[in-house]
């Protein structure tokens, strides 16, 4: 790709930044280490991205995973995973900050830096992409890389996918030519559309004062977007110093998911505060310190705005990046020798809060918040693994039906599209419903006994050798009434480690107990009660 | 059934707007509930309620004294659903306390689950609980009561069962007002001193299986009911459980989703739908 100046017939002068962007086309398809395939990466049952040859045939962002394979037979598909995405990017991020040091990232794969510095040290814009050129050439992910300059974050990231340097005062014009999609909120486009305005130029020439009464607050950001300025007035530049949250921890912690855990009553508390100040935060800064003197700082930028959780992940995010992805020439990329002693959250800015959440459903209600702080507490008083979340996932035997996982992790993207009132997809040879209410934790061994006193045992056919009469658990005995024909199970025979094979068998004692029986080696055991 | 409370009439706009789901396919800027009534049947309006309630989290359906209870099990309930304030007790099968719960989780509730180490959350989602609003905490260990307490501040409802009977105490009394207070409902899978109802579960009866055959299918649970003031007199009924939660949703399922009253006050079995 080569660069080329814009040549355009000026414009006004604007008062924002000038900003460079460094691109990269799909990079949860390059994360994922799909190269120049037919490849699709997916979160739950929708496309995220797709690669350049998928997107020949046709399949776009936002497909039903089974539209993008009828469409493509040949895809390959991958889970989208944000956290290794922003680990592989690490290199990347590395690169530019010898450049420039305040680099902002708004998501793996999309990095923004101001460059009125740099800019005058390497002399020139252009000659600055050159050196940035040559500092990413050795990455071998980074060689798919646009990189645009203009007069703020939104034109240059329109810059940076035509790989070109916006001149100072131009971006007016460049942005004029924009089809309307590039301002990625659907809702509003699909009515803009409607309405007959197909491009960023006719949108600007609209009245500002109209755009806020018949659109909202999303009607003024994508004005102020499509006019080169900002999205928000930058009112907060500065925010007051003692928003930021530090915490001092007594003994290192090496672990993300703890460091995360610590992390999250302060980003609760911080995002308490802004909101008492009807603040939102649109950009973070994270920095860690180990016991050893190493830090690692980091710029973090959200669309909308931080919650907590957000904020959490961010930090996550950076650790397992610090940590993992810090391979590369460059040595900042360093990874820590010793446990966390120190996290310091920093809104860098801040703007007034609207009132708008990134989800217009399914955003947190009053009730969930309750829920939380009184789960959080919990934690608190008991440990992290103490509450814990359930997640429908596919499995054949009752234990596996499900996917525990600690409260507050955030929950993997809908592993069997399961909702409230959605029926799990058929997973083959699982048992049929009802399942049992109450999986035992330790299976209780018991010897089955048939009308002669004599063991019953499951044959390798799977047949039982007499009829089941008499149950003994423990000092207990009881008779059976109903039985089913045993079913086999004979998972990962590959494998010698984890291969089971065992036969279960549903059975009914004379008390009314249902009880599900597992038959392995010979020993018959309790496995699960159905309640 | 406990009707919900009517907010979106069929046609027109209203005060209660705000959504772009709407059923018609039109994308409106001025975005209302539209839900014709004459394209959808019974069944298909409740799960949109349901689901577009749940998703917004309103508390209009549980804001009122009771908290929902399925359609299957509305008739042993005196109050019609789970009264706020109240404990209820539910002992001999933990497939009817999760069966409880499980509307108010779908309605917008969330419900706790305490000292259940052993519960399947599959065999809870097939009951009908809404799984994300179903957090658990297996392992109290001795603090039981200050966890009970905390999450009874936080969660409309608390799915307690504790390891070992229960006397009555202080640690009794606090959570009684701590939950009296907040309204909350604390539903115990075993036996409370003070509780306002009982549900007892003496007989089960699995069918489904034969000898050598089949596989468990349906069961029917004798449930006997006790309690303080209105449901004094202790009544016996017969609980089918079978289907999905779907049937039990709209009651329109046939005979085998009734449940029947067997005991006192009537001498003659009557059915109660």
Same mark, same amino acid.
């Given at each position: 790709?080569?660069?080329?100046?814009?040549?355009?017939?000026?414009?006004?002068?604007?008062?924002?930044?000038?900003?460079?962007?460094?691109?990269?086309?799909?990079?949860?398809?390059?994360?994922?280490?799909? /190269?120049?395939?037919? !490849?699709? %990466?997916?979160?739950?049952?929708? $496309?995220? &991205?797709?690669? =350049? @040859? +998928?997107?020949?045939? *046709?399949?776009?962002?936002?497909?039903?995973?089974?539209?993008?394979?009828?469409?493509?037979?040949?895809?390959?598909?991958?889970?989208?995973?944000?956290?290794?995405?922003?680990?592989?990017?690490?290199?990347?991020?590395?690169?530019?900050?010898?450049?420039?040091?305040?680099?902002?990232?708004?998501?793996?794969?999309?990095?923004?830096?101001?460059?009125?510095?740099?800019?005058?040290?390497? /002399?020139?814009?252009? !000659?600055? %992409?050159?050196?940035?050129?040559? $500092?990413? &050439?050795?990455? =071998? @992910? +980074?060689?798919?890389? *646009?990189?645009?300059?203009?007069?703020?974050?939104?034109?240059?990231?329109?810059?940076?996918?035509?790989?070109?340097?916006?001149?100072?005062?131009?971006?007016?014009?460049?942005?004029?030519?924009?089809?309307?999609?590039?301002?990625?909120?659907?809702?509003?486009?699909?009515?803009?559309?409607?309405?007959?305005?197909?491009?960023?130029?006719?949108?600007?020439?609209?009245?500002?004062?109209?755009?806020?009464?018949?659109?909202?607050?999303?009607?003024?950001?994508?004005?102020?977007?499509?006019?080169? @300025?900002?999205?928000?007035?930058?009112?907060?530049?500065?925010?007051?110093?003692?928003?930021?949250?530090?915490?001092?921890?007594?003994?290192?912690?090496?672990?993300?998911?703890?460091?995360?855990?610590?992390?999250?009553?302060?980003?609760?508390?911080?995002?308490?505060?802004?909101?008492?100040?009807?603040?939102?935060?649109?950009?973070?800064?994270?920095?860690?310190?180990?016991?050893?003197?190493?830090?690692?700082?980091?710029?973090?930028?959200?669309?909308?705005?931080?919650?907590?959780?957000?904020?959490?992940?961010?930090?996550?995010?950076?650790?397992?990046?610090?940590?993992?992805?810090?391979?590369?020439?460059?040595?900042?990329?360093?990874?820590?020798?010793?446990?966390?002693?120190?996290?310091?959250?920093?809104?860098?800015?801040?703007?007034?809060?609207?009132?708008?959440?990134?989800?217009?459903?399914?955003?947190?209600?009053?009730?969930?918040?309750?829920?939380?702080?009184?789960?959080?507490?919990?934690?608190?008083?008991?440990?992290?693994?103490?509450?814990?979340?359930?997640?429908?996932?596919?499995?054949?035997?009752?234990?596996?039906?499900?996917?525990?996982?600690?409260?507050?992790?955030?929950?993997?993207?809908?592993?069997?599209?399961?909702?409230?009132?959605?029926?799990?997809?058929?997973?083959?040879?699982?048992?049929?419903?009802?399942?049992?209410?109450?999986?035992?934790?330790?299976?209780?061994?018991?010897?089955?006994?048939?009308?002669?006193?004599?063991?019953?045992?499951?044959?390798?056919?799977?047949?039982?050798?007499?009829?089941?009469?008499?149950?003994?658990?423990?000092?207990?005995?009881?008779?059976?009434?109903?039985?089913?024909?045993?079913?086999?199970?004979?998972?990962?025979?590959?494998?010698?480690?984890?291969?089971?094979?065992?036969?279960?068998?549903?059975?009914?004692?004379?008390?009314?107990?249902?009880?599900?029986?597992?038959?392995?080696?010979?020993?018959?055991?309790?496995?699960?009660?159905?309640? | 059934?406990?009707?919900?409370?009517?907010?979106?009439?069929?046609?027109?706009?209203?005060?209660?707007?705000?959504?772009?789901?709407?059923?018609?396919?039109?994308?409106?800027?001025?975005?209302?509930?539209?839900?014709?009534?004459?394209?959808?049947?019974?069944?298909?309006?409740?799960?949109?309620?349901?689901?577009?309630?749940?998703?917004?989290?309103?508390?209009?359906?549980?804001?009122?004294?009771?908290?929902?209870?399925?359609?299957?099990?509305?008739?042993?309930?005196?109050?019609?659903?789970?009264?706020?304030?109240?404990?209820?007790?539910?002992?001999?099968?933990?497939?009817?306390?999760?069966?409880?719960?499980?509307?108010?989780?779908?309605?917008?509730?969330?419900?706790?689950?305490?000292?259940?180490?052993?519960?399947?959350?599959?065999?809870?989602?097939?009951?009908?609980?809404?799984?994300?609003?179903?957090?658990?905490?297996?392992?109290?260990?001795?603090?039981?009561?200050?966890?009970?307490?905390?999450?009874?501040?936080?969660?409309?409802?608390?799915?307690?069962?504790?390891?070992?009977?229960?006397?009555?105490?202080?640690?009794?009394?606090?959570?009684?007002?701590?939950?009296?207070?907040?309204?909350?409902?604390?539903?115990?899978?075993?036996?409370?001193?003070?509780?306002?109802?009982?549900?007892?579960?003496?007989?089960?009866?699995?069918?489904?299986?034969?000898?050598?055959?089949?596989?468990?299918?349906?069961?029917?649970?004798?449930?006997?009911?006790?309690?303080?003031?209105?449901?004094?007199?202790?009544?016996?009924?017969?609980?089918?459980?079978?289907?999905?939660?779907?049937?039990?949703?709209?009651?329109?399922?046939?005979?085998?989703?009734?449940?029947?009253?067997?005991?006192?006050?009537?001498?003659?079995?009557?059915?109660?739908?």
């Amino acid at each position: 790709m080569h660069r080329r100046a814009f040549a355009g017939t000026g414009g006004r002068v604007v008062s924002t930044e000038r900003t460079l962007v460094v691109w990269c086309p799909d990079w949860p398809i390059t994360a994922a280490g799909l /190269g120049p395939e037919y !490849a699709v %990466v997916s979160a739950g049952q929708r $496309v995220v &991205a797709c690669s =350049p @040859l +998928a997107r020949s045939e *046709g399949v776009r962002r936002g497909h039903r995973l089974r539209e993008a394979q009828a469409r493509c037979p040949q895809l390959l598909t991958a889970e989208h995973d944000p956290a290794r995405e922003a680990r592989v990017f690490e290199p990347i991020m590395a690169a530019v900050e010898t450049l420039s040091p305040v680099v902002e990232i708004v998501r793996p794969g999309l990095l923004a830096t101001p460059t009125r510095g740099p800019s005058r040290y390497f /002399g020139g814009d252009g !000659a600055l %992409v050159q050196q940035l050129r040559t $500092v990413l &050439a050795p990455i =071998p @992910l +980074a060689q798919e890389v *646009g990189i645009g300059l203009a007069d703020g974050r939104f034109a240059a990231t329109q810059a940076a996918r035509l790989d070109l340097i916006v001149p100072s005062g131009q971006t007016v014009d460049f942005l004029a030519d924009r089809s309307i999609g590039e301002l990625d909120r659907p809702d509003l486009c699909n009515l803009l559309l409607r309405l007959g305005i197909r491009t960023l130029g006719q949108l600007a020439a609209l009245p500002e004062v109209s755009m806020a009464g018949r659109f909202g607050p999303d009607g003024v950001e994508a004005h102020r977007l499509a006019r080169g @300025l900002d999205a928000r007035p930058l009112v907060a530049r500065c925010p007051p110093p003692d928003l930021a949250v530090t915490i001092e921890l007594d003994e290192p912690i090496s672990r993300a998911d703890q460091v995360a855990f610590v992390a999250k009553a302060s980003a609760d508390s911080l995002v308490e505060r802004l909101e008492a100040g009807a603040l939102a935060c649109t950009s973070l800064a994270v920095e860690l310190e180990t016991e050893y003197g190493e830090g690692h700082r980091r710029q973090w930028r959200h669309d909308v705005k931080f919650t907590a959780a957000a904020m959490v992940d961010r930090v996550r995010w950076q650790l397992d990046g610090w940590v993992g992805g810090g391979g590369g020439p460059f040595a900042s990329g360093r990874a820590p020798t010793s446990g966390v002693v120190r996290l310091l959250l920093e809104p860098v800015e801040v703007a007034p809060d609207d009132g708008r959440q990134a989800q217009l459903w399914g955003g947190e209600t009053d009730a969930d918040r309750r829920a939380a702080r009184a789960l959080a507490r919990v934690q608190a008083l008991l440990g992290f693994d103490a509450v814990t979340t359930a997640v429908l996932s596919g499995g054949r035997r009752p234990g596996d039906r499900a996917l525990v996982l600690p409260w507050g992790e955030s929950l993997p993207v809908d592993i069997a599209g399961t909702g409230p009132g959605q029926a799990p997809p058929p997973w083959p040879g699982h048992h049929p419903a009802p399942t049992p209410t109450a999986v035992l934790p330790t299976p209780v061994p018991v010897i089955v006994l048939d009308g002669g006193r004599q063991p019953v045992v499951v044959t390798e056919r799977g047949e039982l050798t007499a009829v089941p009469a008499l149950l003994i658990m423990g000092s207990r005995q009881h008779a059976i009434a109903q039985w089913s024909n045993p079913w086999l199970i004979d998972e990962r025979w590959w494998d010698s480690a984890s291969h089971v094979r065992q036969a279960d068998l549903q059975l009914v004692t004379d008390d009314g107990t249902a009880w599900l029986a597992t038959h392995q080696r010979g020993q018959w055991a309790l496995t699960a009660r159905y309640d | 059934m406990p009707r919900p409370r009517r907010v979106a009439p069929s046609h027109g706009r209203g005060p209660y707007t705000q959504t772009s789901v709407c059923t018609n396919g039109c994308l409106c800027e001025d975005v209302f509930v539209s839900v014709s009534s004459a394209a959808l049947t019974p069944a298909a309006k409740a799960e949109i309620w349901t689901d577009l309630s749940s998703r917004a989290g309103t508390r209009g359906l549980a804001s009122g004294r009771t908290l929902p209870v399925t359609p299957l099990l509305s008739s042993l309930f005196p109050d019609g659903g789970l009264r706020r304030g109240a404990v209820v007790s539910i002992t001999g099968s933990l497939g009817l306390a999760c069966l409880a719960v499980a509307a108010a989780t779908r309605a917008g509730s969330w419900c706790a689950a305490v000292g259940l180490p052993e519960l399947g959350p599959v065999a809870a989602a097939e009951l009908g609980v809404d799984l994300t609003r179903f957090p658990f905490v297996p392992t109290p260990g001795r603090s039981w009561s200050t966890v009970v307490a905390v999450l009874a501040d936080g969660c409309d409802v608390v799915l307690f069962r504790p390891e070992r009977a229960v006397a009555s105490g202080p640690d009794i009394t606090r959570i009684a007002a701590r939950i009296r207070q907040r309204g909350s409902v604390l539903v115990v899978a075993g036996s409370w001193p003070g509780a306002e109802l009982r549900l007892e579960v003496e007989r089960r009866r699995w069918s489904g299986l034969g000898a050598g055959h089949g596989h468990l299918a349906t069961r029917r649970l004798e449930v006997t009911v006790e309690g303080r003031g209105v449901a004094a007199r202790s009544r016996r009924f017969t609980v089918p459980i079978e289907g999905s939660p779907q049937d039990w949703v709209d009651g329109s399922a046939g005979v085998s989703t009734t449940v029947v009253c067997t005991g006192e006050p009537s001498p003659a079995p009557a059915a109660v739908s």
